[in-house]
């Protein structure tokens, strides 16, 4: 399901709901809040734990209040190795943008916030994207669609 993550002036990604699973949950939603323009569902605040779901879980919502990522805290998650199989990917979001000049700011963004580009494939004139690892080392595309 792809759904329009409005930004803040940041501009708009677009992306899935996902649940993803980590070992610093709060660190992981914090890279995700800010390169999105989401917030957290109200009592997932930092520091609050008055949530309905499970401990270790927190939400970050739209401004519509509707959930759009999830995140477990882990006790261990072996950081991912792709494009090497030996460790596979756990998740694997997909964001689209507008055009090139968009991808390149979404992309210094998201390294600005912790991201580690794994791929650069934007001089592919069909399709050009970027892979990116998220602080939990969980690799995220963005691309021009």
């Known amino acids: 399901m792809h759904a329009r993550v409005p930004g803040s002036a940041e501009g708009d990604l677009n992306g899935a709901e996902e649940a993803d699973g980590s070992p610093s949950a709060s660190y992981v939603s914090e890279f995700y809040r ?3 323009g989401l917030r957290y569902r109200p009592g997932d605040e930092p520091g609050s734990s ?4 499970p401990p270790g879980w927190l939400a970050l919502v739209d401004g519509d209040d509707k959930r759009m990522l999830a995140f477990q ?14 460790v ?21 963004r998201a390294e600005a916030l912790g991201a580690e580009l794994l791929l650069d494939r934007s001089d592919d004139a069909e399709e050009p994207l970027f892979v990116l690892a998220d602080p939990s ?4 595309c963005i691309f021009v669609a």
């Open 50 to 53: 008055a949530t309905d779901d």
């Open 34 to 36: 800010e390169l999105l």
């Open 88 to 108: 596979p990917m756990q998740l694997h979001i997909d964001f689209t943008v507008t055009d090139l000049a968009e991808l390149c700011r979404h992309r210094e």
């Open 137 to 140: 080392g969980h690799p995220f």
């Open 73 to 86: 805290k882990v006790e261990r998650l072996e950081r991912t190795t792709w494009p090497s199989p030996d």
